[in-house]
């Protein structure tokens, strides 16, 4: 396990994204016009490189990754944003975008842990 924290918040918008195969994670300071498409999560930092093949998981929901944005780590243990797309591309088109396979995207709600691992 190189990640794992907590959905702490939902925007009122934040499901919106769905209908494009994405979630936009941000930590607790979501800049405002952000905040209302986001699922809010407890800032922490990850203790290694995420990288294709580790599993990102919604409690007991599981997806491979397929590829991993240039600042990805960066933004996840520093601000806790990522956006998660499930298309199940083997390239990184966007460097914060974190990319798990395509199949039926998670039930979220506050409270739903989330890892990686």
Known sequence: MIYETEVTNIGPEAEMFQAENMLIFFGNEAPETLA???????????????????????DDQSYK?????????????DLGHITLRFDGSTEAELPG????????????????KISIQ
Do not use: H, R, W
């Not at 975008?97 to 739903?112: H, N, R, S």
């Open 65 to 77: 990754i397929t590829a991993v944005g240039d600042v990805v780590k960066k933004n996840l243990d």
């Open 36 to 58: 209302d498409y986001c699922y809010n999560i407890v800032l922490k930092s990850s203790t290694g490189d995420i990288t294709p093949g580790m599993t990102f998981t919604f």
């Open 97 to 112: 975008t974190l990319y798990v396979e395509d199949k039926e995207m998670p039930t979220i709600q506050v409270g739903t």
